[in-house]
């Protein structure tokens, strides 16, 4: 059948904001959950599996905020090359099938990210929280202040508020810190009632407990993935395969009338 999403296809193409009457209502509000999953065929690393950054770098050398105090510049030198790759990844079929649900669809839908990357918003996606955090988003230790830059962080780099030295950060959620957004996604879980996980291996909570906190406030709950993920048990119904493939295939199929 016809292609509904393509790469070259921009966000400014997409039906802005008109509710479509090709998209026949039966959820009130969505929310998706992503992982590195759907931004792998936008040429993003996975983190465990096949070629994942953690299968030949213990993530506590890099990831943890004893790391950054104990080996600044390399903590620092290995976020800014996930931000060179993802300052140029372009959003795939996954991210554009979401967005373009959220634009057309008159229910409600919102997207929790693990992702560090920007692909929902570069695919044209509103209502995106990272709850682990921005790759290009930068936080002061010192005075605490977050901006948005996709430059190197360099370990003496001073803060441009409070001028401290050596207190610039990824503003990103490391091992052993808490996540962002809790609330929201709180307040998501306890009334979506489709909740769809792409994407993620399941591993790492809380993020791989919202399907079980979904499911109990009487959601339904699809996974889509390109292998059963560890949490797979709490999901109603798995999809494996690509999710460029498989979520489009889905979105066009469950929503659209004509
Ligand atoms: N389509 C769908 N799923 C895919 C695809 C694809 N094209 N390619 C890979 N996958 C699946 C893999 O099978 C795997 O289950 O995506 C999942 C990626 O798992 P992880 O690499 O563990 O990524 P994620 O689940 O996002 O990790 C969670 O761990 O290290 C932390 O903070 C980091 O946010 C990250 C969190």
Not at 7 to 16: K, L, N, T, V
Not at 128 to 152: F, L, M, P
Not at 154 to 163: A, K, L, N, Q, S
Not at 243 to 253: C, M, S
Request: one cysteine or more; charged letters at 25%; glycine letters at 6%.
């Amino acid at each position: 059948g016809k292609r509904l999403f393509h790469e070259g296809m921009s966000p400014g193409s997409q039906p802005r904001k008109k509710k479509s009457k090709f998209m026949q209502f039966q959820y009130r509000k969505i929310v998706f959950l992503t992982g590195a999953g759907i931004s792998a065929e936008s040429g993003l690393s996975l983190f465990r599996g096949k070629n994942g950054l953690w299968n030949n770098r213990n993530p506590e050398e890099v990831a943890t905020a004893e790391a950054l105090l104990q080996r600044r510049s390399d903590v620092l030198d290995f976020y800014n090359g996930l931000r060179h790759d993802m300052a140029k990844a372009k959003p795939n079929a996954a991210h554009l099938a979401i967005s373009w649900l959220q634009q057309g669809y008159s229910g409600e839908v919102y997207i929790l990210t693990q992702n560090m990357d920007t692909l929902h918003e570069k695919a044209g996606s509103e209502n995106v929280y990272h709850i682990h955090g921005q790759i290009n988003k930068i936080r002061c230790s010192h005075c605490h202040n977050v901006w948005e830059t996709w430059n190197d962080i360099t370990p003496d780099m001073p803060c441009p508020f409070c001028r401290a030295e050596k207190s610039l950060r990824p503003d990103i959620v490391f091992f052993g810190e808490e996540i962002m957004f809790t609330s929201v996604a709180e307040d998501l879980l306890r009334c979506a009632d489709l909740f769809v996980a792409v994407g993620t291996s399941g591993e790492i909570p809380p993020a791989s407990r919202f399907v079980w906190e979904a499911w109990k406030n009487g959601a339904k709950t699809l996974a889509f993935n390109l292998e059963p993920p560890a949490n797979s048990v709490c999901f109603d119904r798995l999809v494996l395969g690509k999710a460029e493939e498989t979520l489009p295939e889905f979105i066009k199929h469950q929503f659209m009338t004509v």
